[in-house]
């Protein structure tokens, strides 16, 4: 999210989280000027998305927009996970997933990051607006939760349910929800957040 009507619009809702990029590349991202509404609800937890930007910039922008989740959509190591837990921050490890995808690639990162975050793999680092075969995660081993994402909107959420994932801690949704990049259309965030009570999952 980047406008901050919206952000407050949106934050009426009571999401779990909302997420702000920081990716220049990105159609989302913040830009150079951004401001978040002083008024924006603490019990809503600030996610910066980054992808394989250094250590410094990264704090840098938790301190400024008083963030306390970071996500990792690009390369990062391990150790950048591990420093940016020493600080306090809680880190979501992005994985894009096509039928290649070797789950013991996450065996390195099991103990320095507090969630795994599933998407789709294509030409954007999320935001992509397509799901992957989510039956592949049906091979998920580790005793670890993740986020799934990839393509969500209320018209596929509850599928996430018959799927009976049992590690599946919450769901990201972007571009299912979205009038155009970065601006969130209120009623489909409404309506996914009403489907999302029955899951019992966070957003």
């Given at each position: 999210m980047r406008d901050a009507e919206n952000i407050q619009q949106v934050a009426k809702?009571?999401?779990?989280?909302?997420?702000?990029?920081?990716?220049?590349?990105?159609?989302?991202?913040?830009?150079?000027?951004?401001?978040l509404p002083e008024d924006l609800s603490p019990e809503i937890k600030r996610v910066g998305v980054f992808v394989d930007q250094p250590e410094d910039?990264?704090?840098?922008?938790a301190w400024k927009y008083g963030l306390s989740c970071i996500q990792l959509h690009g390369s990062e190591s391990p150790?950048?996970?591990?420093?940016?837990?020493?600080?306090?921050?809680?880190?979501?490890?992005?994985?894009?997933?096509?039928?290649?995808?070797?789950?013991?690639?996450?065996?390195?990162?099991?103990?320095?990051?507090?969630?795994?975050?599933?998407?789709?793999?294509?030409?954007?680092?999320?935001?992509?607006?397509?799901?992957?075969?989510?039956?592949?995660?049906?091979?998920?081993?580790?005793?670890?939760?993740?986020?799934?994402?990839?393509?969500?909107?209320?018209?596929?959420?509850?599928?996430?349910?018959?799927?009976?994932?049992?590690?599946l801690y919450g769901v990201d949704v972007n571009s299912g929800l979205e009038s155009s990049p970065g601006f969130k259309n209120l009623e489909k965030v409404r309506l996914l957040i009403s489907k999302l009570d029955n899951l019992k999952l966070n957003t």
């Amino acid at each position: 999210m980047r406008d901050a009507e919206n952000i407050q619009q949106v934050a009426k809702l009571k999401p779990d989280y909302m997420g702000f990029i920081f990716y220049e590349k990105s159609p989302r991202f913040v830009g150079e000027n951004f401001l978040l509404p002083e008024d924006l609800s603490p019990e809503i937890k600030r996610v910066g998305v980054f992808v394989d930007q250094p250590e410094d910039y990264i704090l840098a922008k938790a301190w400024k927009y008083g963030l306390s989740c970071i996500q990792l959509h690009g390369s990062e190591s391990p150790d950048l996970c591990q420093a940016l837990q020493k600080k306090n921050l809680m880190v979501i490890k992005v994985f894009s997933m096509d039928d290649s995808f070797n789950f013991m690639m996450l065996t390195p990162y099991r103990n320095v990051v507090d969630y795994f975050l599933f998407d789709t793999k294509g030409v954007y680092f999320g935001g992509n607006g397509v799901t992957f075969d989510w039956n592949m995660l049906t091979n998920y081993q580790f005793d670890f939760p993740f986020f799934l994402s990839g393509g969500l909107s209320p018209e596929n959420i509850l599928q996430v349910q018959e799927l009976k994932l049992e590690k599946l801690y919450g769901v990201d949704v972007n571009s299912g929800l979205e009038s155009s990049p970065g601006f969130k259309n209120l009623e489909k965030v409404r309506l996914l957040i009403s489907k999302l009570d029955n899951l019992k999952l966070n957003t």
